[in-house]
């Protein structure tokens, strides 16, 4: 055979050479994002159904059902100091945390981070605990739920985590509620939310317990 026979030959084995390497290559770097459980293809959180728990959450960290964990009487000094025009509801936060199995820690939690306790915001006119946004059959003021009390306000919050997130999304920790509650589009920044109120319920239960 020629030497041109023999020089073309070579050239179609160097470069069969090259793509297996190359082909190699992407399969590793696609086993090791495996292997690493790196995800491939990252899913909207508007594509995720309702029920799905959010990431990094855990059925045992920061379980929003259970019993008041604070009482009354701590609620209304926390009220107190932050001058808030719900000062002495604290026991109506903590009947209906009994009723509807939601402990108040983070009824106040969520009080605290949508509106300073009622200070500050539409929640001053409204009077509500956690600027729920207007739905039909509701009065409402600039598109959020409006009441006729603070007591109300508090009633309505509870049935809806109660009822909405828990018993139909099952969404029961504050890591699976608050990217639902105070999603990103709505310009919320729901990993700040989620530590604002676990850091408030913690420090709170211990304050609470040394009381």
Request: charged letters at 10%; glycine letters at 10%; aromatic letters at 12%.
């Given at each position: 055979?020629?030497?041109?026979?023999?020089?073309?030959?070579?050239?179609?084995?160097?470069?069969?050479?090259?793509?297996?390497?190359?082909?190699?290559?992407?399969?590793?770097?696609?086993?090791?994002?495996?292997?690493?459980?790196?995800?491939?293809?990252?899913?909207?959180?508007?594509?995720?159904?309702?029920?799905?728990?959010?990431?990094?959450?855990?059925?045992?960290?920061?379980?929003?059902?259970?019993?008041?964990?604070?009482?009354?009487?701590?609620?209304?000094?926390?009220?107190?100091?932050?001058?808030?025009?719900?000062?002495?509801?604290?026991?109506?936060?903590?009947?209906?945390?009994?009723?509807?199995g939601?402990?108040?820690?983070y009824?106040?939690?969520?009080?605290?981070?949508?509106?300073?306790?009622?200070?500050?915001?539409?929640?001053?006119?409204?009077?509500?605990?956690?600027?729920?946004?207007?739905?039909?059959?509701?009065?409402?003021?600039?598109?959020?739920?409006?009441?006729?009390?603070?007591?109300?306000?508090?009633?309505?919050?509870?049935?809806?985590?109660?009822?909405?997130?828990?018993?139909?999304?099952?969404?029961?920790t504050?890591?699976?509620?608050?990217?639902?509650?105070?999603?990103?589009?709505?310009?919320?920044?729901?990993?700040?939310?989620?530590?604002?109120?676990?850091?408030?319920?913690?420090?709170?239960?211990r304050?609470?317990?040394?009381?």
């Amino acid at each position: 055979m020629s030497n041109k026979f023999w020089g073309f030959l070579g050239i179609v084995i160097v470069l069969v050479g090259i793509l297996i390497c190359a082909w190699l290559t992407i399969q590793g770097g696609f086993l090791n994002k495996l292997q690493h459980n790196t995800p491939i293809i990252s899913v909207p959180l508007s594509l995720i159904p309702p029920g799905t728990p959010a990431q990094g959450s855990s059925a045992s960290s920061y379980t929003v059902v259970g019993p008041p964990t604070l009482g009354a009487a701590f609620v209304n000094h926390v009220l107190a100091q932050a001058h808030s025009p719900a000062q002495g509801t604290g026991q109506a936060l903590y009947n209906l945390s009994k009723q509807y199995g939601i402990d108040d820690a983070y009824a106040l939690a969520f009080f605290q981070h949508e509106s300073q306790f009622g200070t500050t915001g539409v929640a001053r006119v409204t009077q509500s605990l956690g600027n729920i946004r207007c739905t039909p059959g509701y009065h409402c003021l600039d598109g959020f739920r409006a009441y006729g009390s603070w007591q109300a306000g508090y009633q309505d919050w509870y049935a809806l985590i109660r009822n909405l997130y828990v018993k139909q999304w099952h969404r029961r920790t504050v890591a699976a509620i608050i990217p639902l509650y105070a999603p990103s589009s709505d310009g919320n920044d729901p990993a700040s939310y989620i530590t604002a109120v676990e850091q408030a319920v913690t420090t709170w239960r211990r304050e609470a317990s040394a009381s």
